[in-house]
């Protein structure tokens, strides 16, 4: 029996399904915008991906040069959807897109045209994804209704107001999950992914307090500064909880302030679930290093002014037998010194900066408590930064910037951030 496939309908209602495509050829006609727009996602999806034009717009020329895309630098021709599972044509002209519609509705591949969507046998939703929920919306053809409601329904799933309770067993291990300088808002995505997931939220003191409100009863909440006094009986103690939790089949999360891999000793709790077999992964965060000088208007580097940036920590003095920090070194460079956990010290390593060629006037500035509402920016130089955080009791956290861009910064006159409110600016003589 030959069923004919039925007629073109102005009618909006699809089937909606969910294709997987890895490894699976998607060809995709035409490398203008809406080609840009689409290909991540088909890569994203594990889809290999042809895309058919004589010219590529230079996002997909760059993923052409890493050869994670095909591409025919021509027009399209009768047969590039051979052995094609889907089909994009988004070209300025219309003939091509009925002949490669035509093409595709022959060898029974679903294709979506891009400039007539009654003409095609496919419609892309707006799609958006919030932990391992994906969302996609088909809207009558209106891609701005269906964006905003794709919108709404994420806002609702990241905020808890939509529940997307799961019914099928988590994989037990740990996640190590940076969450950025202070604020709530600055944690990643796929770090507020990974706490919606958790059993066990193991806490930084520098954790910010807001994230940990947000988690549900259920969730079991460890304080790591109310662990053992002393940085090695606390760490080991911190080791031990996340492999008992994980092997008991909880999923873990290690939330640390800043990111894991930065002054966090978070590869020392990756290295200890290697040893005991305990799957962890990692989630990056935005470094209070780079972030905290940002969000207070201090850029790490400037054209012209400063092209290299060193962070160091300064928990310990200079001198001390423990410490790996080279000062002699570093006061050597000429681009931009970030000190971390380094205000008890400040004194005597400003001191050894000076005494080994960094400049008495070098500009400094240090940000207390960045990106939350109790953020103060004290302006000074390497001189006279002791005396300034001391007068104004500046106290850990703090993030300390030291060269030029300070200078360049404070001639600009610029101090917004995500505390902008809370500044307080105590600029020395040294200083614009």
């Not at 994009?88 to 891009?114: H, M």
């Not at 681009?335 to 380094?342: E, I, K």
Request: charged content about 20%; hydrophobic content about 45%; glycine content about 10%.
């Amino acid at each position: 029996m030959h069923l004919s496939p039925p007629a073109r309908s102005d009618d909006a209602v699809v089937y909606p399904v969910g294709l997987r495509l890895a490894g699976r050829l998607v060809v995709v006609v035409g490398g203008g915008q809406v080609a840009q727009r689409r290909v991540p996602g088909l890569l994203a999806a594990g889809a290999v991906v042809r895309v058919v034009s004589p010219w590529l717009r230079p996002a997909l020329e760059g993923l052409v040069s890493l050869d994670e895309v095909a591409w025919s630098a021509r027009g399209y021709a009768p047969g590039d959807l051979a052995e094609a599972w889907y089909a994009i044509v988004a070209t300025d002209d219309p003939a091509v897109n009925v002949a490669v519609v035509a093409e595709a509705d022959r060898r029974r591949v679903f294709c979506v045209r891009a400039d007539d969507a009654r003409d095609s046998s496919a419609w892309t939703p707006a799609t958006g994804r919030h932990d391992d929920v994906t969302v996609a919306v088909h809207a009558d053809r209106d891609p701005r209704r269906a964006a905003t409601v794709r919108d709404g329904v994420l806002d609702g799933l990241r905020t808890g107001d939509l529940p997307a309770p799961r019914h099928r067993r988590r994989e037990p291990g740990v996640v190590l999950v940076g969450a950025g300088p202070g604020d709530p808002e600055l944690i990643t995505l796929a770090g507020r992914r990974a706490l919606a997931q958790a059993d066990v939220v193991v806490a930084d003191r520098l954790s910010p307090g807001a994230l940990l409100d947000e988690l549900p009863p259920h969730v079991e909440v460890i304080d790591a500064a109310k662990l053992p006094r002393g940085r090695s009986a606390q760490q080991d103690t911190i080791n031990r909880l996340l492999v008992e939790h994980a092997r008991a089949g909880q999923r873990v999360v290690r939330l640390k302030g800043g990111d894991p891999f930065v002054f966090g000793r978070g590869f020392e709790e990756l290295m200890f679930c290697a040893e005991f077999g305990v799957p962890c992964s990692v989630v990056p965060g935005v470094t209070s290093a780079i972030g905290v000088p940002g969000l207070a208007g201090v850029p790490v580097t400037h054209r012209g002014v400063s092209h290299e940036v060193t962070i160091a920590s300064g928990h310990l003095p200079p001198g001390h037998p423990d410490s790996l920090v080279e000062w002699p070194a570093l006061a050597r460079l000429r681009g931009t010194l970030v000190l971390l956990m380094a205000v008890d010290n400040l004194r005597l390593i400003a001191t050894t900066l000076i005494a080994h060629g960094r400049g008495a006037d070098t500009p400094v500035a240090v940000v207390h408590a960045g990106s939350t509402g109790s953020e103060r920016r004290v302006l000074a130089t390497l001189s006279s930064v002791a005396e300034v955080i001391e007068r104004e009791h500046v106290r850990a956290p703090a993030t300390v910037v030291v060269g030029d861009v300070v200078a360049v910064a404070a001639a600009a006159g610029v101090g917004a951030g995500a505390a902008a409110a809370a500044h307080t600016d105590v600029v020395t003589s040294g200083l614009p």
